[in-house]
T-cell receptor, first 112, second 112 residues
């Protein structure tokens, strides 16, 4: 079983749509959680951290369910510029350092 | 603010040639530093991490090595490249307790 699993997509949605990405992780000792965004042939960039109480940043909402080991990202009112690959990431404190485990990513394509 | 630099941006090398990729961080001290590789269409694979000068830990056996000669400098090397070393090499730094990492622009390496 992969440590972090995501639906690879692609998700093809029209502008203005709401899209949800799901992610599951296998290690219950995971301590913190993030969503990163990676544009084609670019480096990953931190989109947002994910907190147990859920958190929102503009059109983006992240949720965490520790009991189910499940993370989600909701994008409302999709823009063309949201087209990218979204990486689910968990942090394991391992050997005294923060080890990030990356999912393989979910690709989003927003069309006019 | 912190910035992270990598060079070169792209590199084409023949099989069996040596490699040296450099990463430097500005605006922070004593960061944790990381080297990742991303093969085409794949997820990020952690290669090395460093918690301080001269302290290198390897995540996977391979023909690559890493060094940290200065606090904010991280170097990835190989004596003899293999075809399988082709990929997108990313350097990252981390300095917060939550463990989020921030990536440099990457080096795209093609081994022919």
């Amino acid at each position: 079983r992969k440590e972090v699993e995501q639906d690879p997509g692609p998700f093809n949605v029209p502008e203005g749509a709401t899209v949800a990405f799901n992610c599951t992780y296998s290690n219950s000792a995971s301590q913190s959680f993030f969503w990163y965004r990676q544009d084609c042939r670019k480096e990953p960039k931190l989109l947002m951290s994910v907190y147990s109480s859920g958190n929102e940043d503009g059109r983006f909402t992240a949720q965490l369910n520790r009991a189910s080991q499940y993370i989600s990202l909701l994008i409302r009112d999709s823009k063309l510029s949201d087209s990218a690959t979204y990486l689910c990431v968990v942090n394991l404190l391992s050997g005294g350092y923060n080890k990030l485990i990356f999912g393989a990513g979910t690709r989003l394509a927003v069309h006019p | 603010s912190q910035t992270i630099h990598q060079w070169p941006a792209t590199l084409v090398q023949p099989v069996g040639s040596p490699l040296s990729l450099e990463c430097t961080v500005e605006g922070t001290s004593n960061p944790n530093l990381y080297w990742y590789r991303q093969a085409a269409g794949r997820g990020l694979q952690l290669l090395f991490y460093s918690v301080g000068i001269g302290q290198i830990s390897s995540e996977v056996p391979q023909n690559l090595s890493a060094s940290r000669p200065q606090d904010r400098q991280f170097i990835l090397s190989s004596k003899k490249l293999l075809l399988s070393d082709s990929g997108f090499y990313l350097c990252a730094w981390s300095g917060t307790f939550r463990g989020e990492q921030f990536f440099g622009p990457g080096t795209r390496l093609t081994v022919l």
